[in-house]
């Protein structure tokens, strides 16, 4: 039996935080993941030195976990900086010009 009063609706959708969309607060990102390939780097040299001490194979295999761990914060860190360069004009832009002459349309602005 349903009551004549306002029915109260759970809204199930999950709930977005801004700094989980792309091209939102991507140098805090960048700095998480900076955070971690320095932890990573740290580790793996760790281990790595560990491994030439001991000769223990379990060193040896965190040592490459670590490596492969900081070869991909590394690429982390930067594809959250791209989106933070200034562009720049690329090879295709520059192609045709020679070493002396400037770049764009500046000579005819004088």
């Not at 993941?33 to 194979?57: E, F, K």
Request: glycine share 8%; net charge positive; proline share 7%.
């Amino acid at each position: 039996m349903s009551r004549g009063g306002p029915k109260l609706v759970a809204d199930r959708r999950p709930r977005s935080f801004a700094i989980l969309d792309v091209g939102n607060c991507e140098p805090l990102k960048a700095a998480v993941h900076g955070v971690a390939l320095g932890l990573s780097t740290l580790m793996a040299v760790y281990n790595a030195a560990a491994w030439l001490r001991r000769r223990q194979s379990h060193l040896a295999i965190n040592t490459i976990v670590y490596v492969a761990a900081m070869v991909w914060e590394q690429k982390r860190v930067a594809d959250h900086l791209l989106p933070c360069m200034p562009d720049t004009p690329s090879s295709r832009d520059l192609e045709g010009q020679g070493p002396d002459e400037p770049v764009g349309d500046q000579s005819k602005a004088a």
